[in-house]
């Protein structure tokens, strides 16, 4: 059974920095896409960042890219996502997920497995 559980949420001026943790179990995240999105209420699901399979290749949507990081560490199988310099309309549940396919998505019908969620507030 796969499980994924985020966490590092929290409150945060603007400007400030968070770092999102996703500890995977019943899947090795180096071998599966690894994505994170976030859902601000009132609002749709939206794709965060994502990260291959091999590592290799990552993917950002334009609203955080030069801000957000998204790595991985594989002997603790956990996913991260380091976010800086972080503005209000960030606020957000942030949300990781997997891939089961090889490719780079940034689409949320391609990710099989979610995790419950860590709120994010960014307050100004």
């Known amino acids: 059974q796969v499980r994924l559980v985020e966490s590092g949420g929290g409150l945060v001026q603007a400007g400030g920095s968070l770092r999102l943790s996703c500890a995977a179990s019943?899947?090795?995240?180096?071998?599966?896409?690894m994505g994170w999105f976030r859902q601000a209420p009132g609002k749709e699901r939206e794709f965060v960042a994502a990260l291959i399979w091999s590592g290799i290749t990552t993917m950002y949507a334009d609203s955080v890219k030069g801000r957000f990081t998204i790595s991985r560490d594989n002997a603790k199988n956990i996913v991260f996502l380091q976010m800086n310099g972080l503005k209000p309309e960030d606020t957000a549940m942030y949300y990781c997920a997997t891939d089961s396919n090889v490719s780079l998505s940034k689409l949320a019908y391609d990710y099989d497995y979610w995790g419950q969620g860590t709120q994010v507030t960014v307050s100004s």
């Open positions: 019943g899947r090795t995240v180096s071998r599966y896409t």
